[in-house]
């Protein structure tokens, strides 16, 4: 199966909270990250967690982290418009690559 | 400190040709990871190159190949175009410490 795995799309309504999931296999991943990608462009490193944290949060942005489950999620509060984008979420694996998701599609209707 | 360039931005091809697509990573990143996504599909790993190896390789046909030369450039090739391989074409560089760093892409059409 996929190192890392999301859904590919998320629909919200403005104003409401946005939680994009993400499950990865690789159990040594020390950093995890969360990029963004506007239209016509590339990703851009939105935030990221250690994986000695289980929360991380930065403005409307919150990392959560379960090592456990292995699951990381990125929840944005107040979804704006301008936040519609697709998210992608990458891990590092032992040896030091990087394996990203597919990317999950927010889509944030008025 | 300039970014990763990508090279063309955009191109059209038809059916069967052949394409090469060039990536200049970060001055001092030597790892360099070729992308493909499609609405379809996503964020596909197509390979990784560091210090002019190949490293890591996913899970797409022989007509994708590519290289990277002792700058850390890096280039890949797609022989015998197929319209599925429209789609738009990601390099990201990284050094050892760091996060992947993206190029704005290459948009390739297949017609």
């Known amino acids: 199966g996929e190192d890392v795995e999301q859904s590919l799309f998320l629909s919200v309504r403005e104003g409401d909270s946005s939680v994009i999931n993400c499950t990865y296999t690789d159990s040594s991943s020390t950093y995890l990250y969360w990029y963004k990608q506007e239209p016509g462009a590339g990703l851009q490193l939105l935030t990221y967690?250690?994986?000695?944290?289980d929360m991380k949060q930065d403005q409307r942005l919150t990392v959560l982290l379960n090592k456990k489950d292995k699951h990381l999620s990125l929840r944005i509060a107040d979804t704006q418009t301008g936040d519609s984008a697709i998210y992608f979420c990458?891990?590092?694996?032992?040896?030091?690559?990087?394996?990203f998701g597919a990317g999950t599609r927010l889509t944030v209707k008025p | 400190k300039a970014g990763v360039t990508q090279t063309p931005r955009y191109l059209i091809k038809t059916r069967g040709q052949q394409v090469t697509l060039s990536c200049s990573p970060i001055s001092g990143h030597r790892s360099v990871s070729w992308y493909q996504q499609t609405p379809g599909q996503g964020l596909q790993f197509l390979f990784e190159?560091?210090?002019?190896?190949?490293?890591n390789k996913g899970n797409f046909p022989g007509r994708f190949s590519g290289r990277q030369f002792s700058n850390s450039r890096s280039e890949m090739n797609v022989s015998t175009l197929e319209l599925g391989d429209s789609a738009l074409y990601l390099c990201?560089?990284?050094?050892?410490?760091?996060?992947?760093?993206f190029g704005q892409g290459t948009r390739l059409t297949v017609v």
């Open positions: 990201a560089s990284k050094s050892l410490t760091t996060e992947a760093f």
């Open positions: 967690i250690f994986s000695n944290m």
């Open positions: 990458a891990v590092n694996q032992n040896n030091n690559d990087m394996r």
């Open positions: 190159y560091f210090s002019e190896t190949q490293r």
